[in-house]
């Protein structure tokens, strides 16, 4: 239960970071007036947190994919900068 809860802590930075992303993007390359709203956050919580309580080995893949998308995303801006890529 307590291994359970700790990945919960993990969903929700990753929620916050991709909901901001996505409406980051939506901003500047998507239709006007374009936005993700609180309810789009909550379900996007909703399915981290589904995923980490009720299949719990298939949620740290999950976030890894989440993670590494985002890293991805982030290569693309010059002031964000990945710690893990190679020289």
Known sequence: MLGQFA???????TTVLL????????TF????????GSIGFW???GLFAFTSLFYPRLFPSLLG???NELMKAGNG????TNPFKRK
């Not at 801006?77 to 964000?80: E, L, P, R």
């Open 43 to 45: 379900e996007i919580f």
């Open 19 to 26: 909901w901001l992303a996505t409406n980051k993007y939506l």
């Open 65 to 67: 994919k989440a993670w």
């Open 29 to 36: 390359w998507g239709p006007e007036n374009a936005f993700i």
């Open 7 to 13: 990945s919960m802590l993990f969903a929700l930075p």
């Open 77 to 80: 801006c010059s002031h964000i």
